[in-house]
């Protein structure tokens, strides 16, 4: 009774602040051309180049800033925007001519940076220079597609710029589109360069030198970026949308709330329950697509006992709870890869099913024939930082590993540690996630099964005939290249090193009057093509 | 008196180079490797160690120690690698919105806790003294996040009418001008009164959660400590002298069972500042908790450093204005004792 008298007196005392909301109409007007955007992290920086940038950059970096070339878009399976990795389309350059040993771009000549400068090869050289330059992350994605050293890069007029080819590489072009190589303001980057970082990399952080369809109106980091649409863009169709605003909104049940009370306009990349439950939800557009080139997995340490035994590996695979996984943990929200009809590869798509599936009396037979009929005790290792899967999975998987006597001890490893650990490449069993930005098989395969054994390649296989699959892959095309994927993926197969679980979905939830949603490699949110009505 | 204060601070160096020290140590102690950390995804060792060069963290422990204390002592507490901005500038537009927080809590739970411990003293066993108990005991076995989620569930989602969860201000509220970094002083004394009502709109949630938790430690301590003054034999006779019961409890009774409430106070205004981590989150709240908590999770040094910093610099001077308060309330207690 008193308790009661107290919620009843407190929640009187909440609405007497609640009433009257002081709304100026201007402000009203205001919400209306304004995209609201939730997210759990905060951008740590404008510079895709930065020491450290961290993935919400990357949307900073990419609807601020060109690029030369950007992708075509498609509809998926379920009728939604995709991008289009097989087609290049016009950004900053309106026209390129490829040949054997180079890439020649028309620059547009009425594009201009924020500050009204007109946009030059000269900036574009700059750029892409920096990009090769730097080191750690930009320099190595752009290794990726063969762009290597400064002196690939000419700027043969000031709207004409050429790429020169060390290798022929069909990753090349492509890799021009992705996030990294953007076109920075060259002029305003010198000036406030110093001696010890003549690329400017301090500044740039907090200081924008682009020329995109956003700028920046308000940076507070932790806490929000406020964008005004750039009204002067002339490198692609004028988004539609005025202002957006991206609020760091940390607890996820309160991003659903605002999101379900209307108050948000999109909730970007939530979790599989929430996912599950807001897809009945009536006010809400719920779209999940696949996340292209990328896979869930349990992988194995192939150097140490018992793991360098195929067959200990195969009874792994068929002692994994796969379908309890897909209900319990991902609540049906993403695409199995297991329960394949076999274990040949069906075509060059990556990642697709293997032939593995639940089968504990199986998996006994396969571990007595490998010689541990009594089992064995193990570590499996996960990534505290993607808790809320990898702790529920492995607990199945724990269960699991039991019934045929394997004894698994899960080790929870801290986010900021997990990379460190993943370098040293002794963690005997892990389960983990990998996806690649450019969708072909062979640069899934290139960083997680080669040889090269690569900080990706969790497992330390290593299979010299698979390696040249891989190599002969990425440098030919047609029937020899689809042989090559092919006899690579049956080889992952068979030799089974990392067993795939399923590939994850990119969820968005936002509001029925926000249409125009694509999804994008980079898996970060594009303003460029959302409306609002 | 001045020369005391000093004195008191000149006992608080020591502590301060204790914390310099222990920071430094524990965060390099702590497993975690913050080059592998930034290099991202897909990085080789050699980006790594690039990476490594770039923050110094290839120069030996001693090294590295000798570049903190030379930053520190020209003000500089480095740059947080997760925001990157410098750490001094963070912590300077976040303290305010905790320090708000805080303060607003604490207000309003003494304003509510002290009248509720006295009344109950005064008025043993009655129905406010099962009151004051049953708030109490609500108030300390409600975790602070799960109070703070049960009120933006059922005032913002359920009922509608607390604004949303979003941080200090509505979205389409501007900040008022920066004069002190405290929304309400700031708005009041420009004059701004959307802004004052919306940053007002915005703390209710917030402080009340964090309030209820505070409120059983005060409203007990000021039950308890005016009961054994009441017991005690002044109050008789001042009772017996024929004073009003007024005066008998505010002058007489209230002003000697302060002390330990102040005592108190102090702890809960520590305990606030813990529990704000957890408020921080629930009500995206800009503030250094939610700060600390991001750069522990990145093994980012500079922040977390400056955050123990600056809360063991708070610490020092939050006793010393205790200390100071407990002179002013009670001549007995001097600060040389």
Redesign the interface.
């Known amino acids: 009774m008193?308790?009661r008298t107290?919620l009843a007196s407190?929640?009187a005392l909440?609405?007497s602040?609640?009433a009257?909301a002081?709304?100026s109409p201007l402000?009203a007007q205001?919400?209306q051309e304004?995209l609201?955007i939730?997210a759990e992290n905060?951008p740590?920086?404008m510079d895709i180049h930065?020491?450290?940038?961290?993935r919400p950059s990357y949307e900073v970096s990419w609807n601020t800033h060109d690029r030369l070339m950007t992708y075509g878009v498609k509809k998926d399976a379920s009728g939604q925007d995709h991008y289009d990795y097989s087609k290049l389309e016009p950004e900053l350059a309106t026209d390129w001519n490829v040949t054997p040993t180079s890439a020649t771009f028309k620059l547009r000549k009425d594009a201009k940076f924020h500050d009204g400068t007109p946009i030059t090869a000269k900036d574009v050289k700059w750029s892409f220079d920096r990009a090769v330059t730097v080191?750690?992350?930009p320099?190595?994605?752009m290794r990726a597609g063969s762009l290597e050293k400064p002196e690939q890069f000419v700027a043969v007029d000031d709207h004409t710029f050429r790429v020169d080819f060390v290798r022929a590489d069909k990753l090349t072009m492509p890799d021009m589109a992705v996030p990294v190589p953007v076109v920075m303001h060259s002029e305003l980057c010198k000036k406030n360069a110093t001696a010890t970082d003549p690329w400017a990399m301090e500044w740039t952080?907090?200081n924008l030198a682009g020329g995109g369809a956003y700028k920046i109106e308000r940076w507070?980091?932790?806490?929000?970026v406020v964008y005004a649409r750039n009204d002067e863009w002339k490198n692609g169709p004028m988004p539609k949308i005025r202002r957006v605003?991206l609020?760091?909104?940390?607890?996820a049940?309160?991003r659903r709330?605002?999101l379900?009370?209307g108050?948000?306009d999109i909730s970007f990349d939530l979790g599989s329950k929430d996912f599950s439950e807001l897809k009945a939800s009536p006010k809400l557009t719920i779209v999940g697509t696949p996340v292209e080139n990328a896979m869930q997995y349990i992988g194995m340490n192939v150097k140490q006992k018992p793991f360098d035994n195929v067959k200990v590996r195969q009874a792994v695979a068929y002692a994994i709870p796969y379908q309890k996984i897909q209900e319990a943990v991902m609540f049906g929200q993403s695409i199995p890869l297991y329960g394949g009809a076999d274990n040949k590869a069906k075509g060059t798509n990556w990642p697709q099913k293997h032939g593995y599936n639940t089968d504990i009396a199986k998996a006994k037979a396969l571990l007595a024939e490998a010689g541990y009929a009594n089992g064995f005790e193990t570590t499996l290792s996960f990534d505290l930082?993607l808790a809320g899967i990898n702790e529920p999975l492995t607990i199945l998987l724990q269960e699991s590993l039991g019934q045929i006597g394997i004894k698994a001890t899960i080790n929870k490893i801290?986010?900021?540690?997990w990379?460190?650990e993943l370098?040293k490449k002794n963690m005997p069993m892990i389960t983990n996630t990998f996806g690649g930005w450019l969708n072909y098989a062979e640069y899934f395969f290139y960083?997680c099964y080669h040889g090269q054994n690569?900080?990706?390649n969790t497992m330390s296989y290593q299979n010299p005939a698979m390696d040249a699959l891989i190599d002969k892959a990425r440098f030919t095309t047609g029937p020899e290249y689809e042989a090559a994927v092919k006899g690579f993926v049956d080889a992952a197969f068979e030799e089974v090193p990392r067993i795939p679980l399923f590939q994850p979905l990119l969820n968005v939830a936002m509001q029925k009057n926000v249409t125009g949603y694509r999804y994008w490699f980079h898996r970060q949110l594009d303003y460029r093509q959302l409306v609002k009505s | 008196m001045l020369g005391q204060i000093l004195s008191r601070l000149a006992t608080a160096v020591p502590s301060v180079i204790g914390v310099v020290i222990v920071t430094f140590m524990l965060t390099r102690l702590l497993p975690g490797d913050p080059a592998a950390y930034f290099a991202g995804l897909a990085a080789t060792p050699q980006a790594i160690a690039e990476i490594r060069g770039k923050l110094g963290l290839d120069k030996s422990l001693p090294e590295q120690f000798i570049v903190y204390v030379g930053d520190l002592l020209s003000g500089n507490l480095g740059t947080s690698l997760s925001t990157g901005q410098p750490v001094v500038t963070e912590i300077a537009t976040r303290l305010p919105a905790s320090a708000e927080l805080t303060l607003v809590a604490l207000i309003v739970s003494a304003g509510i806790a002290i009248p509720l411990g006295v009344l109950a003293a005064v008025k043993q066993g009655s129905w406010i003294d099962h009151l004051c108990r049953v708030v109490t005991t609500a108030g300390v076995s409600l975790p602070v996040f799960f109070t703070g989620l049960l009120f933006a569930y059922v005032f913002y989602y359920l009922l509608q009418i607390a604004p949303a969860p979003t941080g200090r201000l509505d979205i389409f509220v501007s900040p008022p001008t920066h004069i002190t970094g405290f929304y309400l002083i700031d708005s009041a004394l420009t004059g701004n009164g959307e802004a004052f009502w919306g940053s007002l709109r915005q703390l209710a949630l917030p402080a009340s959660a964090m309030a209820i938790f505070s409120l059983a430690p005060l409203a007990r301590m000021t039950r308890g400590s005016m009961l054994s003054v009441l017991g005690s034999d002044f109050i008789r006779t001042a009772r017996a002298s024929g004073l009003a019961p007024r005066t008998v409890v505010f002058t007489y009774a209230f002003r000697n069972a302060v002390l330990p409430v102040i005592t108190t106070l102090g702890m809960v205004f520590s305990f606030l500042l813990g529990a704000n981590v957890l408020v921080e989150t629930v009500f995206a709240w800009p503030g250094i908790g939610l700060y600390a908590v991001n750069a522990l999770i990145t093994s980012d040094y500079a922040p977390v450093q400056g955050f123990v910093l600056t809360m063991a610099v708070l610490y020092i001077t939050l006793n010393l204005i205790i200390d100071v308060v407990y002179g002013l309330v009670d001549p007995r207690v001097r600060l040389d004792t």
């Open positions: 008193k308790r107290f407190s929640s909440a609405t602040m609640a009257p002081v709304f402000k205001s919400r304004t609201l939730v905060t740590n920086m930065g020491v450290g940038a961290n080191g750690g992350f320099t190595f994605q952080k907090n507070q980091p932790g806490q929000e605003i609020r760091i909104i940390p607890s049940g309160n709330a605002l379900e009370r108050d948000a930082g801290p986010g900021a540690n990379r460190a370098l960083w690569a900080v990706f």
